[in-house]
């Protein structure tokens, strides 16, 4: 693939995407049109938003290569995702608006009244943050060491770099319109390649053939859970991984907080239902590429599997048809590095700001700074540690990594949430309990993971996949310490509960009956 | 009978003069001549006042009462070596400033190098409110002791419970006073007046507008007048702003012309109650009455990740900046008292940091800009 | 404006709320939907878990081509979780969403 095209099309996208940050505002938003109702941000927006951010590089390049290795198990992926939003909506989103809390540990903050507990989801939020910041910065340096050769870190510092510019700068304020650019760019990016053989297969004058390319693959590998791929224990290790994605998407810190912005329920869940629609737009393709790669790119299923989106436009088209759409898919990836870190960037920024540097800042310079100098600070700490990490660790398949964010937020916050919201008698003593067992068992699997994790049978299974027992393990603890610890329910525990689910007005602009 | 009687009282007599019982009551007594002054709070003035007292419950050659500003108050020698003493204070009680921590100084550190000076040593105690060091209490004198030390510390922490007991009083007015203004926000004689004059003035050219625009001003009402819950969103806070430049725009005609620059992110952000209204009306004054020709007014509303930072410009007359902060001070009643009132309100709720920015000079209109954070603990769009 | 004092109408509003059987009415039956459908499609896709793993000949057996019933049964999880969703939505706002603004108009209606 040609490297200068390619570089050319990432480098279109960081303009685009810091051009729209800062200046999108002023196109976008100046008029003097006095209607405010109609500037609300609308589900479909919305939902584009939180569908450009939430696709990573484990969407864009890890599950194709996933499916490349594993066959047709690692749809679930596909599945678990979509399932995770459906929690969200139906379990949490509602009351979570309702406690005007606008991040985790706002929650934690206002439904326990404690500052530890507080301090430890901050904690979680940073944790989560960078074991999922992680991969997409291996996913940038992949990518650019398949573009240009480079070594893999190149790529991940540029992506590092130019988001902590990025959100610095103030690019990641008003969101909603960045993400939702990003997602139809990258949904354009990965489809037209597909689209492109469709129509020379169409066309005839081509010799591949979708379904040849099906047959030709070894029977097995298109049955799910098969142990094609060598992976043990698939029926423990496809629950884990299942119950991770389903319940860990409410934990995401940069997940959570997109749902801030809809202003009732009405609105929060037309918003859940396009984005289901765009993801599972989206998700069509990854495996297209991956049954694709097996007929033409068979040396990358022991090898870089990750690479197969990205390599498969040359394999098929050889000469300039090759290097432009090789081009435009690299661009593609970047732009889901771009926008999914820069959004998991500014999320922790956020909490690293609130909670950790505003106190200290104050102090040092007795109430004498600007808000935005603590944010910028927050912004390259909160890339520092991921970075760290990142030169630190070995090779790990992309979504892997992922799927142990997901099982560490499954762990920790999804029992905060969801027995904070659904049971009054759940204690400060009980949440900080559940956070900390729940968040060590599952940050040691992932430690374990990232340094070396054992090779074979029960063990790997355990560690690889640890949410099928860190969950319920958490879940476990909260109830119990709770059950013993009744005198640390948080006063206003019931007046709480109460408003978290008592629903809120309608709006509506000229009303007879009496306004709240 | 009475032998009897005078026996007791002689009795009664002898215990009431221990000397033991005597020191207690001189310093019970000291001690309640000093409280007064600092039911004040901890000013200059009142330090001032209770220093007296307090040097005479510790008999030291002097003390002072200093904090991060500087030296509040000095009583005891004065003359060549107070002023001496005076400038050197604040660096003495920096450590314990900043620490907490009770410092006892010796003759390095204090004295002045002037033999006849009665200083030479001070023990330096801190004033603590809420676990915070607010100030300190220094005690010089010719020597120190474990005594000396110790009794400064109990004064300290007796001066720590007064002024405490002061701030509790404050934090009562202020909300009473947050009340009051919260209710006095809600209406504006002068915009009502101009409103429905503006309406009047429809009724005959243009039944149809008047109409209308009696309806939105029924809106607006209810809005600024409802009961109750001191939170709305930022939507609804824009809404209730649409109306009012609606209102106005009868009065104005072509020469209000209004920019809105919205985040969308930020509508849901739950804010207190009129708190844009108050400085758009304030704009549209200063912009348009008493002027002629077009006004502008940008209304900025944006997203900065944990805080919502809306703003309200207008290109007119402007303010003479002391003014303004005369009135954000809550110093004067000139007609722009909407701002002290939201300005007060903003930092009663949220705190210091978060009240109106103001950025005016004469003839070059005013800027002003406000940050609230996304959320706050207690505070929800009500109930 | 959270800590109340004695007397607060505030208060009195959450406390007649939670007391007030319509409130508890909506609620129950909410949980007794969302709980239920939510338990329901979680099966639904552990019990294709299973069966992929231990009926492997049923999900191997070709329909079409090279389509096999798992995969089928596959795309069919993705399909169903849409199929949830609207099903949800759809109840939210016909039958829930009224009886909430029932409800908030009453607490309204008793606080004005």
Same mark, same amino acid.
């Given at each position: 693939?040609?490297s200068?095209?390619?570089?050319?099309?990432?480098?279109?996208?960081?303009?685009?995407?810091i051009?729209?940050?800062?200046?999108?505002?002023?196109?976008?938003? /100046?008029?003097?049109?006095?209607?405010?109702?109609?500037?609300? &941000?609308?589900?479909?927006?919305?939902?584009?938003?939180?569908?450009?951010?939430?696709?990573s590089?484990?969407?864009?390049?890890?599950?194709?290569?996933?499916?490349?290795?594993?066959?047709?198990?690692?749809?679930?992926?596909?599945?678990?995702?979509?399932?995770?939003?459906?929690?969200?909506?139906?379990?949490?989103a509602?009351?979570?608006?309702?406690?005007?809390?606008?991040?985790?540990?706002?929650?934690?903050?206002?439904?326990?009244?404690?500052?530890?507990? @507080?301090?430890?989801?901050?904690?979680?939020?940073?944790?989560?943050?960078?074991?999922?910041?992680?991969?997409?910065?291996?996913?940038?340096?992949?990518?650019?060491?398949?573009?240009?050769?480079?070594?893999p870190?190149v790529?991940?510092?540029?992506?590092?770099?130019?988001?902590?510019i990025?959100?610095?700068?103030?690019?990641?304020?008003?969101?909603?319109?960045?993400?939702?650019?990003?997602y139809?760019?990258?949904?354009?990016?990965?489809?037209?390649?597909?689209?492109?053989?469709?129509?020379?297969?169409?066309?005839?004058?081509?010799?591949?053939?979708?379904?040849?390319?099906?047959?030709?693959?070894?029977?097995?590998?298109?049955?799910?859970?098969?142990?094609?791929?060598?992976?043990?224990?698939?029926?423990?290790? /496809?629950?884990?991984?299942l119950?991770?994605?389903?319940?860990?998407?409410?934990?995401?810190?940069? &997940?959570?907080? @997109?749902?801030?912005?809809?202003?009732?329920?009405?609105a929060?869940?037309?918003?859940?239902?396009?984005?289901?629609?765009?993801?599972?737009?989206?998700?069509?393709?990854p495996?297209?590429?991956?049954?694709?790669?097996?007929?033409?790119?068979?040396?990358?299923?022991?090898?870089?599997?990750?690479?197969v989106?990205?390599?498969?436009?040359?394999?098929?088209?050889?000469?300039?048809?090759?290097?432009?759409?090789?081009?435009?898919?690299?661009?593609?990836?970047f732009?889901?590095?771009l926008?999914?870190?820069?959004?998991? /960037?500014?999320?922790?920024?956020?909490?690293?700001?609130?909670?950790?540097?505003?106190?200290?800042?104050? @102090?040092?310079?007795?109430?004498?700074?600007?808000? &935005?100098?603590?944010?910028?600070?927050?912004?390259?700490?909160?890339?520092?540690?991921?970075?760290?990490?990142?030169?630190l660790?070995?090779?790990?398949?992309?979504?892997?990594?992922?799927?142990?964010?997901?099982?560490?937020?499954?762990?920790?916050?999804?029992?905060?949430?969801?027995?904070?919201?659904w049971?009054?008698?759940?204690?400060?003593?009980?949440?900080?309990?559940?956070?900390?067992?729940?968040?060590?068992?599952?940050?040691?699997?992932?430690?374990?993971?990232?340094?070396?994790?054992?090779?074979?049978?029960?063990?790997?299974?355990?560690?690889?996949?640890?949410?099928?027992?860190?969950m319920?393990?958490?879940?476990?603890?909260?109830?119990?310490?709770?059950?013993?610890t009744?005198?640390?329910?948080?006063?206003?525990?019931?007046?709480?509960?109460?408003?978290?689910?008592?629903?809120?007005?309608?709006?509506?602009?000229?009303?007879?009956?009496?306004?709240? | 009978?009475?032998?009897?009687?005078?026996?007791? #009282?002689?009795?009664?007599?002898?215990?009431?003069?221990?000397?033991?019982?005597?020191?207690t009551?001189?310093?019970?007594?000291?001690a309640?001549?000093?409280?007064?002054?600092?039911?004040?709070?901890?000013?200059?003035?009142?330090?001032?006042?209770?220093? !007296?007292?307090?040097?005479?419950?510790?008999?030291?050659?002097?003390?002072?009462?200093?904090?991060?500003? %500087?030296?509040?108050?000095?009583?005891?020698?004065?003359?060549?070596? *107070?002023?001496?003493?005076?400038?050197?204070?604040?660096?003495l009680?920096?450590?314990?400033?900043?620490?907490? !921590?009770?410092?006892?100084?010796?003759?390095?550190?204090?004295?002045?190098?002037?033999?006849?000076?009665?200083?030479?040593?001070?023990?330096?105690?801190?004033?603590?409110? *809420?676990?915070?060091?607010?100030?300190?209490?220094?005690?010089?004198?010719?020597?120190?002791?474990?005594?000396?030390?110790?009794?400064?510390?109990?004064?300290?922490?007796?001066?720590s419970?007064?002024?405490?007991?002061?701030?509790?009083?404050?934090?009562?007015?202020?909300?009473?006073?947050?009340?009051?203004?919260?209710?006095?926000?809600q209406?504006?004689?002068?915009?009502?007046?101009?409103?429905?004059?503006?309406?009047?003035?429809?009724?005959?050219?243009?039944?149809?507008?008047?109409?209308?625009?009696?309806?939105?001003?029924?809106?607006?009402?209810?809005?600024?007048?409802?009961?109750?819950?001191?939170?709305?969103?930022?939507?609804?806070?824009?809404?209730?702003?649409?109306?009012?430049l609606?209102?106005?725009?009868?009065?104005?005609?072509e020469?209000?012309?209004?920019?809105?620059?919205?985040?969308?992110?930020?509508?849901?952000v739950?804010?207190? #109650?009129?708190?844009?209204?108050?400085?758009?009306?304030?704009?549209?004054?200063?912009?348009?009455? %008493?002027?002629?020709?077009?006004?502008?007014?940008?209304?900025?509303?944006?997203?900065?990740i944990?805080?919502?930072?809306?703003?309200?410009?207008?290109?007119?007359?402007?303010?003479?900046?002391?003014?303004?902060?005369?009135?954000?001070?809550?110093e004067?009643?000139?007609?722009?008292? %909407?701002?002290?009132?939201?300005?007060?309100?903003?930092?009663q709720?949220?705190?210091?940091?978060?009240?109106?920015?103001?950025?005016?000079?004469?003839?070059? %209109?005013t800027?002003?800009?406000?940050?609230?954070?996304?959320?706050?603990?207690?505070?929800?769009?009500?109930? | 404006?959270?800590?109340?004092?004695?007397?607060?109408?505030?208060?009195?509003? =959450?406390?007649?709320?939670?007391?007030?059987?319509?409130?508890?009415?909506?609620?129950r039956?909410?949980?007794?939907?969302?709980?239920?459908?939510?338990?329901?499609?979680?099966?639904?896709?552990?019990? =294709?878990?299973?069966?992929?793993?231990?009926?492997?000949?049923f999900?191997?057996?070709?329909?079409?081509?090279?389509?096999?019933?798992?995969?089928?049964?596959?795309?069919?999880?993705?399909?169903?979780?849409?199929?949830?969703?609207?099903? =949800?939505?759809?109840?939210?706002?016909?039958?829930?969403?009224?009886?909430?603004?029932?409800?908030?108009?009453?607490?309204?209606?008793?606080?004005?």
């Amino acid at each position: 693939m040609s490297s200068a095209m390619s570089l050319t099309g990432i480098g279109l996208v960081i303009v685009a995407t810091i051009g729209i940050g800062l200046f999108g505002l002023r196109i976008s938003r /100046t008029t003097s049109d006095f209607y405010v109702a109609s500037r609300a &941000v609308t589900p479909r927006w919305n939902a584009s938003a939180i569908s450009g951010e939430y696709l990573s590089a484990a969407s864009f390049l890890g599950v194709a290569g996933l499916v490349l290795v594993n066959g047709a198990d690692m749809l679930w992926f596909s599945v678990g995702y979509t399932v995770g939003y459906l929690m969200l909506l139906v379990l949490v989103a509602a009351p979570l608006r309702r406690s005007g809390a606008y991040t985790l540990p706002d929650f934690a903050e206002t439904r326990f009244q404690s500052a530890m507990v @507080r301090r430890i989801c901050s904690g979680l939020v940073v944790g989560i943050g960078t074991l999922y910041l992680l991969p997409q910065l291996r996913g940038a340096g992949l990518t650019f060491q398949t573009v240009t050769g480079a070594p893999p870190d190149v790529g991940a510092a540029v992506v590092a770099v130019i988001v902590v510019i990025n959100v610095a700068a103030g690019g990641m304020r008003s969101i909603t319109f960045v993400q939702a650019f990003q997602y139809w760019l990258k949904l354009t990016a990965l489809a037209t390649p597909i689209f492109v053989i469709l129509i020379a297969w169409r066309s005839g004058d081509h010799q591949i053939g979708v379904l040849h390319s099906l047959q030709g693959a070894a029977a097995e590998w298109a049955e799910p859970l098969s142990t094609a791929g060598g992976r043990d224990h698939p029926l423990y290790s /496809t629950y884990s991984l299942l119950l991770a994605l389903c319940f860990g998407t409410m934990g995401l810190p940069h &997940v959570l907080v @997109r749902f801030y912005t809809n202003p009732d329920g009405r609105a929060a869940r037309r918003t859940t239902v396009v984005v289901l629609a765009l993801l599972g737009m989206f998700y069509l393709f990854p495996p297209v590429y991956a049954i694709l790669g097996r007929s033409f790119a068979p040396d990358l299923v022991t090898g870089a599997a990750d690479t197969v989106v990205l390599e498969l436009p040359s394999r098929i088209f050889p000469g300039t048809t090759g290097d432009l759409l090789g081009a435009l898919v690299a661009a593609g990836a970047f732009a889901a590095f771009l926008s999914t870190s820069s959004g998991l /960037t500014v999320a922790i920024a956020g909490v690293i700001d609130q909670d950790l540097l505003r106190t200290r800042l104050t @102090r040092l310079t007795g109430g004498d700074y600007l808000a &935005v100098n603590s944010f910028r600070i927050a912004a390259l700490l909160a890339m520092t540690v991921p970075y760290v990490a990142f030169r630190l660790t070995g090779a790990l398949s992309l979504a892997d990594t992922v799927g142990l964010a997901f099982a560490v937020a499954a762990s920790t916050f999804c029992p905060m949430l969801v027995l904070g919201i659904w049971w009054r008698r759940m204690s400060t003593t009980g949440a900080a309990a559940g956070l900390i067992v729940g968040g060590v068992a599952a940050s040691a699997a992932a430690l374990i993971n990232v340094i070396g994790a054992p090779t074979a049978g029960w063990p790997r299974a355990l560690v690889v996949q640890p949410a099928a027992w860190t969950m319920p393990l958490a879940f476990l603890t909260v109830i119990v310490v709770s059950k013993l610890t009744p005198q640390s329910i948080p006063a206003g525990a019931a007046r709480s509960l109460v408003r978290l689910h008592t629903p809120e007005a309608v709006n509506v602009d000229r009303n007879p009956t009496p306004l709240p | 009978m009475s032998g009897y009687g005078r026996g007791v #009282f002689a009795r009664r007599r002898k215990h009431f003069g221990t000397p033991a019982d005597k020191a207690t009551y001189a310093t019970l007594h000291t001690a309640s001549l000093a409280s007064p002054y600092l039911r004040e709070g901890l000013t200059p003035a009142a330090a001032g006042k209770a220093s !007296r007292h307090l040097r005479d419950l510790l008999g030291t050659a002097a003390i002072a009462i200093c904090d991060s500003s %500087g030296v509040l108050a000095w009583d005891g020698v004065g003359g060549a070596y *107070e002023s001496n003493h005076r400038r050197d204070a604040r660096s003495l009680a920096g450590p314990t400033l900043r620490t907490g !921590r009770t410092a006892v100084l010796g003759v390095h550190d204090v004295a002045c190098g002037d033999p006849q000076c009665p200083i030479r040593t001070a023990s330096v105690a801190p004033i603590v409110i *809420e676990e915070r060091v607010v100030a300190v209490l220094v005690a010089y004198s010719e020597r120190s002791s474990a005594a000396l030390v110790r009794a400064t510390e109990e004064v300290a922490r007796w001066v720590s419970g007064q002024v405490e007991l002061a701030e509790l009083n404050k934090e009562r007015t202020r909300a009473m006073e947050a009340e009051l203004r919260a209710l006095r926000a809600q209406i504006s004689p002068h915009f009502i007046y101009n409103a429905l004059a503006a309406i009047a003035s429809f009724v005959r050219t243009d039944p149809e507008r008047a109409r209308e625009l009696l309806l939105e001003f029924a809106d607006f009402s209810r809005y600024a007048l409802r009961r109750g819950g001191e939170f709305t969103t930022l939507a609804d806070e824009l809404r209730n702003v649409e109306r009012y430049l609606v209102l106005e725009q009868a009065r104005f005609g072509e020469r209000l012309t209004v920019s809105l620059q919205i985040a969308p992110e930020v509508l849901p952000v739950v804010v207190p #109650f009129l708190v844009v209204q108050p400085l758009v009306e304030n704009a549209v004054r200063h912009g348009l009455e %008493g002027t002629t020709g077009i006004g502008r007014i940008t209304i900025r509303a944006r997203d900065q990740i944990n805080e919502a930072e809306i703003s309200v410009e207008d290109d007119g007359a402007g303010s003479d900046p002391e003014v303004i902060r005369a009135v954000l001070a809550g110093e004067s009643s000139s007609d722009s008292i %909407g701002l002290g009132n939201v300005d007060a309100r903003l930092r009663q709720v949220y705190g210091d940091a978060y009240g109106l920015v103001v950025e005016t000079q004469v003839d070059a %209109g005013t800027k002003v800009t406000f940050r609230i954070p996304k959320y706050s603990s207690g505070v929800h769009a009500s109930p | 404006m959270s800590d109340t004092r004695p007397g607060d109408p505030e208060l009195t509003t =959450y406390r007649d709320v939670q007391l007030s059987p319509d409130f508890s009415e909506l609620r129950r039956r909410f949980r007794r939907f969302v709980f239920p459908m939510t338990g329901l499609f979680l099966v639904w896709y552990f019990v =294709y878990v299973l069966l992929a793993d231990y009926a492997p000949k049923f999900m191997a057996h070709k329909v079409a081509g090279n389509i096999t019933v798992g995969l089928l049964f596959g795309l069919g999880q993705f399909v169903s979780t849409f199929a949830i969703t609207l099903l =949800y939505v759809r109840w939210a706002d016909k039958k829930f969403d009224p009886d909430a603004k029932h409800l908030r108009d009453q607490i309204e209606g008793e606080t004005k």
